[in-house]
């Protein structure tokens, strides 16, 4: 076996389960993650025991085991591969006349005192910039409060530091673009920041990644991260939403219940599914419902 910093690798196999008690499972082309590139069949019925808890278990059986390179999901009972760093930037760069959301007006950065025209203010050979910002809240990277979506709710100045920084933090990995409930039941969430692995981060930039096709929350799942109470919820998709439902049920259940929704974030692929501290604080204006943040993670 061998183990190489930052490549992840999971193992599909078919597993026969008898116990001890009589009765059988069956598992076809399941797949779980591993430490290393290879697992012996004993190893991987043992681990496949672990993650499921199952208790008098008689014998295990694998068969059709075949390995595959991609990102752990989590699953229970496996050491995760260490990240190859330990700090993770999510987030992506704001620059002038960019697009986040098709319909919205892109930042318009400019000098407001340029290196030339600030010589007459200092001693010669001396000189400095300023720079001048306009956009809106929602451009990049950024965090949905509560004002965002009710009025008299908190702003950007009023969400708690404790939901936003130095955060626990959990990797949920989809593939699907209808990310329900019962995606979710399986991971410990409480009190957790739960960010979404979608990979619509790939289209960032492209007329598809605001063509409303991006993977969302279904409103029953935004309500059990609220049942669940996690401190703050992100996601690499375009809209936590899905974009054609007016009630907008996902931010309507996060931000109802104060949990802080960040949106765009980028290269959650990079971070282990648990072990890492999630920040995504912005700077305290007020009146503000959405703002942008600088998202990272610090791994171990
Ligand atoms: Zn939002």
């Not at 931000?255 to 959650?268: C, D, K, R, S, Y």
């Not at 072990?275 to 995504?280: E, M």
């Amino acid at each position: 076996m061998t183990v190489s910093p930052g490549v992840q690798w999971r193992v599909q196999f078919d597993a026969a389960v008898t116990f001890s008690n009589g009765g059988a499972l069956q598992a076809q082309e399941f797949r779980l993650d591993i430490p290393g590139d290879d697992i012996d069949d004993g190893e991987l019925g043992e681990l496949f025991v672990r993650h499921l808890g199952l208790l008098m278990v008689g014998s295990v059986t694998i068969s059709n085991k075949s390995l595959v390179q991609e990102p752990h999901k989590g699953s229970r009972g496996t050491e995760t591969t260490a990240a190859t760093q330990r700090l993770i930037d999510l987030s992506h760069v704001i620059e002038h006349d960019m697009t986040t959301h098709s319909g919205l007006p892109g930042p318009e950065i400019s000098d407001w005192l340029s290196f030339t025209d600030s010589q007459g203010h200092y001693s010669p050979g001396t000189e400095f910039h300023l720079g001048k910002i306009s956009m809106v809240g929602n451009t990049g990277t950024y965090v949905d409060s509560p004002v965002h979506r009710f009025r008299g709710g908190q702003d950007v100045s009023q969400l708690e530091l404790g939901r936003l920084v130095d955060v626990d933090g959990i990797v949920v990995r989809v593939g699907e673009r209808v990310i329900d409930r019962k995606l979710l039941l399986a991971y410990e969430v409480t009190g957790k920041a739960v960010l979404f692995d979608t990979g619509w981060d790939k289209h960032w930039g492209t007329a598809e990644y605001t063509s409303g096709l991006h993977p969302f929350l279904t409103e029953d799942a935004a309500r059990w991260l609220v049942e669940q109470r996690s401190a703050v919820v992100g996601i690499d998709s375009m809209n936590i939403d899905d974009t054609t439902d007016g009630k907008r049920p996902a931010h309507t259940a996060l931000l109802g219940a104060g949990i802080p929704v960040v949106e765009h974030l980028t290269g959650l692929d990079a971070l282990p599914p648990h072990g890492f501290r999630f920040h995504a604080a912005p700077p305290a204006v007020k009146g503000m419902g959405t703002f942008p943040v600088r998202a990272y993670a610090l791994v171990g």
